[in-house]
């Protein structure tokens, strides 16, 4: 299993007018706490694009437990439990400053080949950087 | 059951660097989806907010089927398949112009008391607009 | 000089806190003015960059003369005033549904090769599609 | 003169199928370097809309100079060049990672009584931590 967390400061521009986090706004929040998980590793999307592999999301669950609110800094907990095969699953909890956990949700996301559109392996060098967690 | 139809065609800025819609954007058609569904039975959802009831997100599910394009008309139909009571529950089916699915998903809203907050009955009119619907 | 209307309804998820259409939207709503009044003319955007071209703007000034409203109905209409040369000005004009002026604007773009990352001229198409407008 | 810098890291979603920042992500950014150069003088919107006192944007100009890319990690740079009064202008230089000038634009705020929408002083506690910078 690994853990990570991230923050992220709540824009106004990603509120609405009834004076909440839009909940459109919380898939933006679930990719910058798994990307930084990621960066935390040593690992970069951008790196993995450019070894020509992307990651598209399948699938996504969100729970809307409290507002999140404008200029509140959240924290994204990021857990990946299961190792990856050719699917990743990232698993997510956010709270306010207050410590309150607003949102609850996870994410599947497929490794894809950028040039024949097809599902594939993640790159070694993130295989071997996830092992140690999945022992 | 109530079923109804919109069209929502994607925008330059939806899409991703990977040249699909990026995935948050899909709560943003499935927005326009149950708030046109609405006003097909004329009823709206600014109208709504105005007699004093809002209608926050409690649950958001998606699956990503296949890929939304750039300038692709998409076809938005929502159903509502039980009666809504403090809560109703919406469901998607997101088709391209060739008529392929390439989203699925539900969200689960609740009627709130914008004084107090707290959960609420939805409307009368809501209620008795929808009524024929659910036999 | 070429003048073309398009509509678009305020989405939920455009409105910030303020109750307003957040400012950095109607960058969004210029998008879909001009894309659609070129598809008047029976030009896409998207065939443009089928053909190897791509539009970047090089500029953007935008004046919020009132409030954008959550389920308005806005008129974007759109002109172009000079012919098109390696660049192209398109200014705009939003309305709310009571006919008032809510926005004005102007974005400057450039045609750029999307092989060689350079300026070039319009396609052909482009310039004979809209030659009869600039006399 | 008052100068303050923040950095903002380009999202996965803020870009778009040109591989680029779309053009309207920049208001975000903006807002984002403005909302913290006043934090870094102790003052949050935050608190100012609860103080009753809001800032919509009423020009914005912007000018891009260079491509923004995802994962960049881009350095705001916010000046306030003249006292503010019932308006304020905020200038924003925006370079990236190798330090490249990228975005360069201004934008236009005023302050209003978030009661009466009506156009006012900033409060007091604005006009103190500023005015040393305008001596």
Redesign the interface.
Known sequence: MYVAETRVRV???E??????V???????YY??GR?EALRQLGL???ELEDMGV?M?????????LA?GL??DELTVRVTIREKPSVRIRFEYEITNAAGKLINKGE?LLAFVDKKTGRPCRPPKVFDDTLKPYFG
């Open positions: 824009r106004y521009g509120t609405d007018q009834m004076g909440y839009y909940y459109g706004n919380y898939a933006m990719e910058v990307v970069t999307y951008k992307m598209p999301v399948l699938e996504n669950h969100s729970f809307f507002a404008y200029d994410t």
